[in-house]
């Protein structure tokens, strides 16, 4: 809520600043995330973690497509 102040506060009505927020309606199993150097984090930590190896190499293979 600060953050949402401050923006706010410093940028106001100007016209030259905007910001969006957009939505997606994604089916289940139809994504895919790639973290490198990271610990187990954002939709890997919600849902399953699966390490990239030579057989899922591919977004392809990753995804069953």
Not at 26 to 42: D, K, Q
Request: charged share 20%; no cysteine; aromatic share 10%.
């Amino acid at each position: 809520m600060k953050a949402w102040r401050d923006f706010n506060r410093k940028v106001g009505a100007n016209p030259a600043v905007g910001i969006y927020h957009e939505t997606y309606l994604v089916n289940s199993g139809h994504y895919e995330t790639m973290y490198v150097n990271m610990p187990v984090y954002g939709l890997a930590k919600a849902s399953e973690h699966v390490p990239i190896t030579a057989e899922l190499n591919s977004a392809r293979q990753r995804l069953r497509e």
